[in-house]
């Protein structure tokens, strides 16, 4: 098992940046692949950002690319994801996955390991 905790989440006026925190406790082998994931009121859950093990190989939405990074840090357990130039419509709840292997980094059913989310709020 692997637990997943996410912080960093706020209110930020649009323009501004925010860096999300997810911890990996538990098995952590099992988590070659993390990614990062939302979901706004009303709509489905939307991948953001992927990355392997080594930090080697990440992947980011069409929406997000230029302005987010993902990055991990495996001595800490830990993945990050810096967000800057937020926009209103980045608003919602984000969460942290992690699976060992994964074979679309975008589609959520090939995680098995989620954390409880942290909002984020972008106000125009």
């Known amino acids: 098992q692997v637990q997943l905790v996410e912080s960093g989440g706020g209110l930020v006026q649009a323009g501004g940046s925010l860096t999300l925190s997810c911890v990996a406790s538990g098995r952590t082998s099992s988590t070659n692949f993390m990614g990062w994931f939302r979901q706004a009121p009303g709509k489905e859950r939307e991948f953001v950002a992927a990355i392997n093990w080594s930090g080697t190989s990440t992947r980011y939405a069409d929406s997000v690319q230029g302005r987010f990074t993902i990055s991990r840090v495996n001595a800490k357990s830990t993945v990050y994801l810096q967000m800057n130039a937020l926009k209103p419509e980045d608003t919602a709840v984000y969460y942290c996955?992690?699976?060992?292997?994964?074979?679309?980094?975008?589609?959520?059913?090939?995680?098995?390991?989620w954390g409880q989310g942290t909002q984020v709020t972008v106000s125009s």
């Open positions: 996955a992690a699976d060992r292997a994964v074979t679309a980094v975008s589609a959520p059913y090939e995680y098995a390991y």
